[in-house]
């Protein structure tokens, strides 16, 4: 790549990460703040821009018609070289890595990534589908301790991939939860990925969120006329949970499985307690960690062992 091109990306991925970084921002006040038409013109244009600068952390396509230079730089960061292959175009690979169905090897660097992931967790006692989430999960927030805050119920994973194979809708909490995931399940099984904001007021009543009530009001709808239940992703609203608990308490049916990682400190980990004393299929995370990324990756994870 010339120099004018390094620039230039460079140029790119800096707006893009702003942009990220707002259009987060803006999705996390929309679950408590009606927003005017000024202030979603501007949360459009923001996500217009992450969207333009959507250069994956390694673009594959360019790395491997790039000079020695490039190749040398990406040896040095992985402290080894790096297998060369084929050229992997963006567009296959997906927000982790991931290549798409079909594909026969994964990207270098993320077999790289994984392998050094495996080798510093050493043995953890997890089955080989909660082993995949678990490496995912590190993969994805840099924290190699973040199994400590990890806990699945019995068969959990087993019953998410039973459910999504039988055709189960996946509901999220956020959009941005629901666009992490939508890639994977679109290339894997075709699953329809839906956010429970889709059903709440644009503004929410006094003493509730608009996350209780879209959860409520899908989890009524939803739980009617699906032939198997949903997979439920919570990585931001802990009252979008609080609410789904009382719904099945209140004799709905229980989702297939419920990935519960709200982030935050009001009401999260009080939300994850309420959850981890219920028999429901559950992968969650303890304490105050969470968020749309975390929760995507995990279903991302069971999605792909589809593959």
Known sequence: MTGAGNELKGGFETVGELARAAVAEGAALEQHHTFSGGERWCSGFFKGLSSLACFSPIEAAEVEAAPALIHATLDQAVDGPIPRCGVIPPDQVDWHGVMMTGMEQDHPIFTESIRRIRSALGETGLDGLEQQVLERLVHSSGDLSIGDLLHFSSGACEAGVDALRAGALILTDTEMAAAAVRPMAERTLGTCVRCLLEWSSCKSSPGTTRSAEGMRRAWIELAENQNSAPLVLI???????ECLLNCVNEGSIPPSLIVGMPVGFVGVPESKRRLA?????????????????????????LLRSIM
């Open 235 to 241: 990585g931001s609203a802990p009252t979008a949970l």
């Open 277 to 301: 004393k219920s028999s429901y299929s559950q992968i969650r995370l303890d304490g105050t960690r969470g968020g749309a990324g975390l929760a995507a990756a995990t279903v991302n994870a």
